[in-house]
């Protein structure tokens, strides 16, 4: 039986990164995974063009039972830190909104970057195998998997988590924390598709593909970017970022135009052009069809012969929006799980499980969900790092 200094599953993001690190310590390291080309998350991501960092992450942009728990290894591999890394191997890049950088050609440039890390590391890597059982033994860890066995010291595991279940998302990962006795935070869908009832389906089925700038809101979080109409429901960034702190049965309040008191503007237009249609006074602020679409509950023809009713039903409609989704797309369509090994279950400074030594949890597989737009491809490098350090 082969023997290594570290074993990890899953040689995506987190995993390739973690050991090219424990390998320029001088570890040995073989990285398992079961997928013959690993690191698909990356490769589709960004459209192909791979959202590798952001440049304003910050612990705020994460979600987690234990919010502390990300510090420690953000501020230990910064955003700076992977640029350097990108930029050392010649890949151009872009900032687009807010802070999220792109590859300018290719997401396979990042991968191959990590593939090349890894090779100078030394790492060994067995892809397409199953693992079928993980035993700790007084010198470390057993792996079997369908093709051999394999011993080591250390055991790190970054295999993701359920999110596009099609290129591989899975429990896998919870299944061996449970195993070894640590808990785990529920998993649910997070950065997703929000879907509407049948019947509401049918009420808004003329706006799928329409996109306006909102302020989205639920439970005093609050995000202002692109929403998308779909023949199914909600989507666009502004939707995927709330999705990740809405609950079923909740609420959420849009504001369809957030840059407008459409109370003022409405005021203010029955004096200078009062002869306007409500939907027409609408198109200044919103898509066309959209305008359209909330004009219809209002039966005056010109604004001028609005009555108070409508006066203040037309803005709250516009401002203050509130629609109920029936539910979510799902693992199938989310781009992370929110949930995972519980934080206080692992050392912040390791990654690390307490009561499991030489044990480690790196990546989406442990409960820290970052926003939308580059975050969790951070804490990915970042965690990797931390636990490579301690390897």
């Given at each position: 039986?082969?023997?290594?200094?570290?074993?990890?599953?899953?040689?995506?993001?987190?995993?390739?990164?973690?050991?090219?690190?424990?390998?320029?310590?001088?570890?040995?390291?073989?990285?398992?995974?079961?997928?013959?080309?690993?690191?698909?998350?990356?490769?589709?991501?960004?459209?192909?063009?791979?959202?590798?960092?952001?440049?304003?992450?910050?612990?705020?942009?994460?979600?987690?039972?234990?919010?502390?728990?990300?510090?420690?290894?953000?501020?230990?591999?910064?955003?700076?830190?992977?640029?350097?890394?990108?930029?050392?191997?010649?890949?151009?890049?872009?900032?687009?909104?807010?802070?999220?950088?792109?590859?300018?050609?290719?997401?396979?440039?990042?991968?191959?970057?990590?593939?090349?890390?890894?090779?100078?590391?030394?790492?060994?890597?067995?892809?397409?195998?199953?693992?079928?059982?993980?035993?700790?033994?007084?010198?470390?860890?057993?792996?079997?998997?369908?093709?051999?066995?394999?011993?080591?010291?250390?055991?790190?595991?970054?295999?993701?988590?359920?999110?596009?279940?099609?290129?591989?998302?899975?429990?896998?990962?919870?299944?061996?924390?449970?195993?070894?006795?640590?808990?785990?935070?529920?998993?649910?869908?997070?950065?997703?598709?929000?879907?509407?009832?049948?019947?509401?389906?049918?009420?808004?089925?003329?706006?799928?593909?329409?996109?306006?700038?909102?302020?989205?809101?639920?439970?005093?979080?609050?995000?202002?970017?692109?929403?998308?109409f779909t023949h199914r429901g909600l989507s666009g960034p502004a939707i995927?970022?709330?999705?990740?702190?809405?609950?079923?049965?909740?609420?959420?309040?849009?504001?369809?135009?957030?840059?407008?008191?459409?109370?003022?503007?409405?005021?203010?237009?029955?004096?200078?052009?009062?002869?306007?249609?409500?939907?027409?006074?609408?198109?200044?602020?919103?898509?066309?069809?959209?305008?359209?679409?909330?004009?219809?509950?209002?039966?005056?023809?010109?604004?001028?012969?609005?009555?108070?009713?409508?006066?203040?039903?037309?803005?709250?409609?516009?401002?203050?929006?509130?629609?109920?989704?029936?539910?979510?797309?799902?693992?199938?369509?989310?781009?992370?799980?929110?949930?995972?090994?519980?934080?206080?279950?692992?050392?912040?400074?390791?990654?690390?499980?307490?009561?499991?030594?030489?044990?480690?949890?790196?990546?989406?597989?442990?409960?820290?969900?970052?926003?939308?737009?580059?975050?969790?491809?951070?804490?990915?490098?970042?965690?990797?790092?931390?636990?490579?350090?301690?390897?």
């Open positions: 039986m082969d023997r290594y200094d570290t074993i990890i599953i899953g040689a995506g993001a987190a995993g390739m990164m973690c050991g090219a690190r424990a390998g320029a310590r001088g570890r040995s390291v073989l990285l398992l995974d079961h997928a013959s080309s690993p690191a698909e998350k990356i490769r589709i991501s960004g459209g192909g063009r791979c959202n590798f960092t952001n440049i304003y992450c910050q612990p705020k942009n994460f979600i987690s039972n234990n919010p502390h728990f990300c510090k420690s290894a953000l501020a230990g591999y910064t955003p700076q830190d992977f640029i350097d890394l990108v930029e050392s191997y010649k890949i151009k890049w872009h900032e687009k909104t807010l802070g999220q950088l792109f590859c300018d050609e290719s997401a396979n440039q990042i991968i191959g970057m990590l593939r090349s890390e890894c090779k100078k590391s030394g790492n060994q890597f067995r892809t397409g195998v199953d693992i079928l059982d993980v035993q700790k033994r007084d010198d470390g860890f057993i792996v079997t998997t369908n093709k051999a066995s394999f011993g080591c010291a250390s055991l790190v595991v970054a295999c993701g988590a359920p999110s596009i279940p099609k290129i591989g998302g899975s429990n896998f990962g919870y299944k061996i924390a449970r195993g070894f006795g640590l808990a785990v935070v529920e998993p649910i869908p997070a950065l997703v598709p929000l879907t509407f009832t049948d019947g509401l389906k049918d009420t808004l089925k003329s706006l799928s593909g329409v996109s306006a700038q909102v302020e989205v809101s639920v439970g005093g979080t609050i995000f202002r970017e692109a929403l998308l995927l970022q709330i999705s990740s702190y809405w609950n079923p049965g909740e609420a959420l309040v849009i504001n369809l135009a957030p840059q407008t008191d459409i109370k003022s503007a409405l005021q203010q237009a029955r004096g200078a052009t009062p002869k306007q249609s409500p939907a027409v006074f609408l198109t200044q602020f919103l898509p066309s069809r959209l305008a359209q679409f909330i004009a219809q509950a209002c039966p005056a023809v010109r604004i001028a012969d609005m009555n108070g009713a409508a006066l203040d039903a037309l803005p709250k409609a516009v401002n203050h929006w509130q629609i109920k989704p029936a539910g979510s797309e799902g693992f199938r369509k989310a781009e992370v799980t929110r949930g995972g090994v519980d934080t206080h279950e692992l050392s912040s400074k390791t990654m690390g499980a307490r009561t499991v030594p030489g044990l480690y949890f790196i990546g989406e597989v442990v409960d820290v969900t970052g926003h939308l737009g580059g975050h969790n491809f951070q804490w990915a490098w970042a965690s990797a790092v931390a636990c490579a350090a301690s390897l």
